[in-house]
Nanobody
Framework: QVQLVESGGGLVQAGGSLRLSCAASGSTFTIHTMGWYRQAPGKQRELVADISSGGGATYADSMKGRFTVSRDNVKNTVYLQMNSLKPEDTAVYLC???????????WGQGTKVTVSS
């Protein structure tokens, strides 16, 4: 089993920045894709960005140019740098990893991001 510990959420004014981190530990299996989803109140969970083990990144259209996903394969940590934040970015941000031969998904508990106008 893998443990995912997220950090970096909080309250920020519109136009500000936050950096989220998610550290994976407790497993010897290979970590493949790592990434972030978010879920706002009353809305479906949506992909924010993900990054493959080779460093290839995918972004949701509304995040392109504002958010940057990166990872440290030595620390088994994925980061999300969020710039030019908007009130509509307010959500709980959840990290996930694909683990092992079968690429099973594991999720963190989530970290709350609130952007005030």
């Amino acid at each position: 089993q893998v443990q995912l510990v997220e950090s970096g959420g909080g309250l920020v004014q519109a136009g500000g920045s936050l950096r989220l981190s998610c550290a994976a530990s407790g497993s010897t299996f290979t970590i493949h894709t790592m990434g972030w989803y978010r879920q706002a109140p009353g809305k479906q969970r949506e992909l924010v960005a993900d990054i493959s083990s080779g460093g290839g990144a995918t972004y949701a259209d509304s995040m392109k140019g504002r958010f940057t996903v990166s990872r440290d394969n030595v620390k088994n940590t994925v980061y999300l740098q969020m710039n030019s934040l908007k009130p509509e970015d307010t959500a709980v941000y959840l990290c996930y990893v694909e683990l092992g031969e079968h690429r099973n998904d594991y999720w963190g508990q989530g970290t709350k991001v609130t952007v005030s106008s």
